[in-house]
């Protein structure tokens, strides 16, 4: 879940973050063509495994080495979801809090008072309140320089 400023930025951002935004784009793609390739390969072959340790090593290196790449400033505009406060109840200072926090590679946890767990992002994403008052409803949103 990414948040893009982009369009809220004055001409001349615009123009100092459109080359960044250009290369983590094709990056993107590129992920994406590589994920579909593995797909291929699997459904081609459901005897092999679809990615092979060394592979995996490979890819998240690279990631690792995107991250290094950026500056400290976002020169990009892009804005990942990092985590969620939410509350359920009709009223704020009655009801219940609780967290949603993304981990390092990618799961999101639950922390329900002293209960942590693992969540699916879609859970995530209901949090926007269309379930009405009684569910749970994203109160704040922490997000985090995309590099």
């Not at 679809?50 to 290094?68: C, S, V």
Request: charged fraction near 45%.
């Amino acid at each position: 879940m990414v948040l893009d400023l982009f369009d809220l930025c004055t001409d001349e951002l615009k123009e100092k973050l459109l080359p960044r935004r250009t290369q983590l784009k094709k990056l993107e793609d590129e992920r994406l063509e590589k994920e579909r390739e593995l797909k291929r390969k699997k459904m081609a072959d459901e005897k092999k495994e679809d990615t092979k340790p060394e592979e995996k090593q490979k890819e998240e290196n690279k990631d690792m080495e995107i991250e290094k790449e950026a500056k400290q400033d976002n020169d990009s505009g892009f804005y990942e979801l990092s985590a969620v406060l939410s509350h359920k109840g009709r009223y704020a200072d009655s009801g219940h809090y609780v967290a949603w926090v993304k981990d390092r590679d990618g799961t999101w946890l639950k922390y329900d008072d002293e209960q942590v767990i693992p969540v699916h992002e879609e859970d995530v994403k209901k949090l926007s309140g269309s379930e009405g008052g009684d569910s749970h409803i994203a109160y704040l949103c922490i997000y985090k320089s995309k590099a």
